[in-house]
């Protein structure tokens, strides 16, 4: 998660916080291009295309994501991606942040501030509790910047993930191992 440039950073007045619709759908794809340069992953569409399946995917119903925009003069500046989910061992709702990005040009303007701040609104409105997300420990900006909002427990958890062909391999019932010996 790309964020603020310094932790303590000033609020900007002229910065709109709002949920996004079908039709910020060009501006998150160009955003979620930015985001991938930052951390140094390759663009695989190009951003019509992105464009086309966040406007079809992420503004489903019942939404499976939310997104927070940040606007400046009309302009998108930043981005919050996250979604709820219900944990059954504890019987409560939590709100996982899967993005969390503001441009290069736009961080150390409280923009980041500005989004989380806005999603503890809508936690504390929703009756949700609990707020998670990840942190890249060498991305030591957003580290420090998230430390300031005071969290509670950072997890020594291992985050795992699966991607295609394993996924199908999976579903298939197919060990790694066995994957690896086919000819």
């Known amino acids: 998660m790309a964020v603020e440039d310094e932790a303590t950073a000033a609020v900007s007045p002229a910065v ?18 930015e985001l991938l340069a930052f951390y140094g992953l390759p663009v695989r569409y190009q951003r019509s295309y992105m464009a086309h399946v966040i406007a079809e995917k992420a503004f ?18 930043g981005f919050l991606a ?14 996982f942040i899967q993005d969390l990005f503001v441009t290069r040009k736009a961080r150390a303007h409280g923009i980041g501030r500005q989004l989380m701040t806005e999603l503890a609104r809508l936690c504390v ?6 707020l998670d997300w990840t942190a890249d420990p060498w991305n030591e900006k957003a580290t420090a910047f ?3 909002m005071g969290p509670l427990l950072r997890s020594d958890k291992t985050y ?16 790694p191992v066995e994957r690896r010996r086919r000819p």
Not at 16 to 33: F, K, N, V
Not at 125 to 130: F, L, W
Not at 160 to 175: H, K, Q, T
């Open 16 to 33: 709109q916080i709002r949920h996004a619709t079908p039709g910020d759908a060009e501006a998150i794809a160009l955003l979620s291009q």
């Open 60 to 77: 489903t119903d019942p939404p499976s994501i939310e997104i927070l925009m940040a606007l400046e003069r009309g302009q998108a500046r």
């Open 82 to 95: 996250f979604s709820s989910s219900f944990a059954v061992a504890n019987c409560q709702t939590s709100v």
């Open 125 to 130: 409105e929703r009756g949700i509790g609990q």
């Open 146 to 148: 998230y430390e300031a």
């Open 160 to 175: 795992y993930r699966l991607l295609s062909p394993r996924l199908v391999d999976l579903a298939a019932g197919v060990r």
